[in-house]
């Protein structure tokens, strides 16, 4: 979804006369969505963008990593699937308004405001204390023992969210003492002195393997996991009992896998029904889907 020249294809858009403006004349119902990098107005409205960009200029990069490491992005897409999943969520808004009101409308889904939409946490810290959140690696700036942790083998995340959890972290590695710990009595001490607390864990964790460590947090209660990789992520068994890996066809007639659609609604079959077509594959089809929409509407109603 990268938008390399927004400006280019927008005069394209006009040109061609599919623009909203040209567009909602034919048929004020419609809703026409926008996805570009900045939005439709405003100095960068001409400007385009990728996710690495997008991910620079909306501050996700300036939380992501170690404090004091080189820049990092988010190793998934998250500007790109942000924006789309904001542009889904109001076209479905929009269709159901038009249908009681017959009036379509014209939404500017950017990349910029969605990446910073997703990012609650950051800036309603900075509105709070007009400081920049800094990178934490895995840690959390309100919550403690709230990230990844060293265990004998290799790494695991456990996320202590709230006292009662806490209680459980300090039962499970036989350490009822940092109840009492001053440092570490509520969950904005155990955030502001979590390094602290981090050094007192790990010393813990160091005795035995992190799926150790996993079963007795689980058995506990306490919420953790182990850090896949997509391979065991993709292989874990709740992914198998969802249902949310199917096998589609490509134009080549190859069989492969693919991630369907994570979300279930009760009396739908979400199931992918097709593979991708080859190229300009349902091209002639859309055309005269289209063509014969567009007939229905300006022909003359009978009275």
């Known amino acids: 979804m990268g938008i ?36 439709q107005t405003g100095p960068r409205a001409s400007q385009g963008a990728f996710d690495v960009t997008m991910q620079a200029i909306a501050g996700i990069m300036s939380v992501t990593g170690h404090e004091g490491g ?15 999943l904001y542009a889904a969520y109001n076209i479905s808004t929009a269709l159901l308004a038009a249908r009681e009101t017959g009036q379509g409308c014209h939404i500017d889904a ?6 910073l939409g997703i ?22 700036p309100r919550n403690a023992p709230y990230q990844a ?17 806490w209680e459980m972290v300090c039962d499970v590695t036989n350490l ?3 109840k009492s710990d001053p440092r570490f009595t509520t969950t904005t001490d155990r955030a502001k002195n979590q390094e602290a607390l981090k050094e007192l864990l790990e010393e813990k ?36 009992a969802m249902g949310w890996i199917e096998t589609i066809s490509l134009p080549s007639g190859r069989e492969i896998k693919t991630f369907g ?42 009275s």
């Open 4 to 39: 390399g020249d927004y400006a280019a294809s927008s005069a394209i858009m006009k040109r061609l006369g599919l623009d909203y403006d040209t567009a909602a004349k034919i048929n004020p119902r419609l809703i026409y969505c926008s996805i570009s990098a900045f939005g």
């Open 70 to 84: 080189e820049p990092v992005k988010c190793g998934v897409p998250i500007a790109d699937f942000a924006t789309g």
């Open 110 to 115: 950017s990349m910029l405001g969605c990446s």
């Open 119 to 140: 990012a609650a946490l950051q800036t309603s810290e900075y509105f709070a204390n007009g400081k920049a959140p800094k990178k934490l690696g895995s840690a959390h």
């Open 149 to 165: 942790f060293r265990a004998q083998d290799g790494f695991f995340v456990i996320a202590a969210g709230n006292d009662r959890l």
């Open 176 to 178: 009822p003492e940092l």
């Open 205 to 240: 964790f160091a005795a035995d393997t992190a799926e150790t460590w996993l079963t007795r947090f689980s058995n506990a209660g306490v919420p953790s996991a182990p850090i896949n990789d997509y391979g065991a992520a993709l292989a874990d068994p709740q992914v198998d």
């Open 261 to 302: 659609p994570p979300v279930a609604m009760s009396g739908q079959d979400f199931r992918i029904r097709r593979g991708p077509p080859a190229l300009n594959g349902d091209r002639d089809a859309l055309l005269h889907e289209i063509e014969t929409q567009r007939s229905q509407q300006l022909a003359p109603q009978s």
